[in-house]
Every structure is written in C-alpha cells, then in structure tokens.
Nanobody, 116 residues
C-alpha cells in the first residue's frame, strides 16, 4: 500500500487547511486510515483516524476544530483543519493500518505551518 499526501502549507492562526491522502496498491488490505503529526523535538502523535465503516477518533487537542473524512470508493482520506493554532505546526503524516497483518503504512509527510 502506498500513501500520497497533499495539501500542507503556511496559514495564519485562525485559518483553515485541508489535507488529502490517496492510497494505492493493495488497498483492500486497508481498514483504518488517518493522520498523525510530528512537531520539531516531539514524538509523532495521533491526530485523527477513521475506519472503513466511518468510526472516527480524534486527539483531544483537535476535537471540534478538525474533521476527518473518507471516500472508500476513491481510497482517500481527508483532514479539514479549522481554527488553526501555532501549536498545530507540524509535519502531518497520512497513515493506514493493514486489516490482515500487524503492519502500518505511512505517507511521506506534508508540512503545516501556522503563523501567529
């Protein structure tokens, strides 16, 4: 499974961005998809995930501001980020979990920078 993320960039605090991620290859293996992020000096952390059935999970820090969505037919997952804060600045990684074996897939990362 290959993941290709897009949509990062520079935005002012309070602004919005939308990240997208397209899965290709053996996409039938994918159950959970989502986003993680890693800020400089920090560990990678979960942002949001969504199952193929639409069940979502969010980090407390983004609840009410970020929305994850998924198009199973197109094998795509998106993250709409509103009311962005400087502390949201990080490299965002698309993520997918294999439904058959204990294996995670990662995209190449896309940088989101929120200026104050």
């Amino acid at each position: 499974v290959q993941l290709q993320a897009s949509g990062g960039g520079l935005v002012q605090a309070g602004g919005s961005l939308r990240l997208s991620c397209a899965a290709s290859g053996s996409t039938f293996r994918v159950n959970v998809m989502g986003w993680y992020r890693q800020a400089p000096g920090n560990q990678r952390e979960l942002v949001a995930t969504i199952t193929s059935g639409g069940y979502t999970k969010y980090a407390d820090s983004v609840k009410g501001r970020f929305t994850i969505s998924r198009d199973n037919a197109k094998n795509m997952v998106s993250l709409t980020m509103n009311s962005l804060k400087p502390e949201d600045t990080a490299v965002y990684y698309c993520y997918a979990k294999d439904r058959y074996i204990l294996r995670d897939y990662w995209g190449q990362g896309t940088l989101v920078t929120v200026s104050s």
